[in-house]
């Protein structure tokens, strides 16, 4: 595969998470709690990873590996959590703004720990994304805003821990099948959620199979689908440039908010929509320039 390719693959994988906020947003509105699900996405999510893992070349792992692999998972799992709970006191435009603070968290982790200095394109991605941000959210352009300190937390929380998922996924098992890794990161967040999340909504046939379809296509895209894409895409072409790619989610919610929940989104919105595309492709400039892949080296 070229680089752009390897980008390409991430940049669908923060169109995954751009999906999420609506159908969780259906989900709530027909009635099911935030333990149905969040403990539905995980359940049928990892089961969806390991079927396919089993229709795949089958790769010896040391179980010393395989249950660290399961315990960088927890970050995976923490960020539904945190997000879905953003979801219950702020509106979905809210919410995402405080996830979507991992474009400047990611550069910044990789500046202070990995001693990589981000150069003045990256900066100005970052700077275009913020404002094109700003204005999707549509925070411009009404005036009903509700902001808690409940949900401000719980949404600062979701990028953090979103971030040190984008991390995990380039910087270990490296040389692991990346349907694998993806299963057994999924694992992890999986266990993490049940315990959080007991999943008593099991015993409950009718809530089972009424929340059944919103856990299959949030498993789909929010837990088999983005570990997989990031676990291709983001040793290839790093975890700074990786964040920047998955600005991808917003946009993506945006839009879907608009076709699917049927919710007003206003000129100003659409051009944020625009500007955040523009920091995407600002962010890109330095791959276009590149004729090989180059590896993350981190350890």
Same mark, same amino acid.
């Not at 435009?93 to 550069?107: N, R």
């Not at 990995?114 to 990256?122: F, R």
């Given at each position: 595969?070229?680089?752009?390719?390897?980008?390409?693959i991430?940049?669908?994988?923060?169109?995954?998470?751009?999906?999420?906020?609506?159908?969780?947003?259906?989900?709530?509105?027909?009635?099911?709690?935030?333990?149905?699900?969040?403990?539905?996405?995980?359940?049928?999510?990892?089961?969806?990873?390991?079927?396919?893992?089993?229709?795949t070349?089958?790769?010896?792992?040391?179980?010393?590996?395989?249950?660290?692999?399961? $315990? =960088?998972? /927890?970050?995976?799992? *923490?960020?539904?959590?945190? %997000?879905?709970?953003? #979801?219950?006191? @702020?509106?979905?435009? !809210?919410?995402?703004?405080?996830?979507?603070?991992?474009?400047?968290?990611?550069?910044?982790?990789?500046?202070?720990?990995?001693?990589?200095?981000?150069t003045?394109?990256?900066?100005?991605?970052?700077?275009?994304?913020?404002?094109?941000?700003?204005?999707?959210?549509?925070?411009?352009?009404?005036?009903?805003?509700?902001?808690?300190?409940?949900?401000?937390?719980?949404?600062?929380?979701?990028?953090?821990?979103?971030?040190?998922?984008?991390?995990?996924?380039?910087?270990?098992?490296?040389?692991?099948q990346?349907?694998?890794?993806?299963?057994?990161?999924?694992?992890?967040?999986?266990?993490?959620?049940?315990?959080?999340?007991?999943?008593?909504? $099991? =015993?409950? /046939?009718?809530?089972? *199979?009424?929340?059944?379809? %919103?856990?299959?296509? #949030?498993?789909? @895209?929010?837990?088999? !689908?983005?570990?997989?894409?990031?676990?291709?895409?983001?040793?290839?072409?790093?975890?700074?440039?990786?964040?920047?790619?998955?600005?991808s989610?917003?946009?993506?919610?945006?839009?879907?908010?608009?076709?699917?929940?049927?919710?007003?989104?206003?000129?100003?919105?659409?051009?944020?929509?625009?500007?955040?595309?523009?920091?995407?492709?600002?962010?890109?400039v330095?791959?276009?320039?590149?004729?090989?892949?180059?590896?993350?080296?981190?350890?």
């Amino acid at each position: 595969m070229k680089t752009w390719h390897y980008a390409l693959i991430v940049f669908l994988g923060g169109c995954c998470y751009g999906l999420l906020s609506t159908f969780v947003k259906l989900a709530y509105a027909t009635g099911y709690s935030v333990t149905e699900v969040t403990g539905s996405q995980y359940i049928l999510g990892a089961l969806l990873i390991w079927l396919l893992f089993l229709f795949t070349k089958k790769q010896k792992l040391r179980f010393n590996k395989a249950w660290k692999l399961m $315990l =960088f998972g /927890i970050p995976f799992g *923490m960020t539904g959590i945190f %997000y879905y709970q953003a #979801l219950q006191t @702020l509106d979905a435009s !809210l919410a995402i703004i405080f996830l979507f603070q991992f474009v400047w968290i990611g550069t910044l982790i990789e500046w202070l720990f990995y001693k990589k200095k981000p150069t003045a394109t990256k900066l100005l991605a970052i700077g275009v994304l913020i404002i094109g941000s700003i204005l999707a959210a549509g925070l411009l352009s009404t005036g009903d805003t509700t902001l808690t300190m409940e949900g401000t937390i719980w949404g600062i929380l979701s990028a953090i821990t979103f971030t040190s998922s984008i991390f995990i996924s380039g910087a270990v098992g490296k040389d692991i099948q990346p349907i694998l890794k993806s299963a057994l990161l999924s694992t992890g967040a999986l266990i993490v959620v049940l315990i959080v999340y007991p999943p008593i909504f $099991l =015993f409950d /046939i009718h809530v089972l *199979m009424g929340v059944a379809p %919103y856990g299959f296509l #949030l498993g789909l @895209l929010g837990v088999a !689908l983005p570990p997989l894409l990031f676990s291709i895409g983001m040793p290839k072409i790093g975890p700074g440039l990786g964040t920047i790619l998955s600005a991808s989610e917003l946009p993506v919610a945006v839009i879907m908010s608009a076709l699917i929940l049927n919710e007003f989104v206003s000129y100003s919105q659409w051009f944020g929509v625009v500007i955040i595309l523009c920091g995407i492709m600002i962010g890109n400039v330095k791959l276009k320039r590149k004729t090989n892949t180059i590896p993350m080296q981190y350890n």
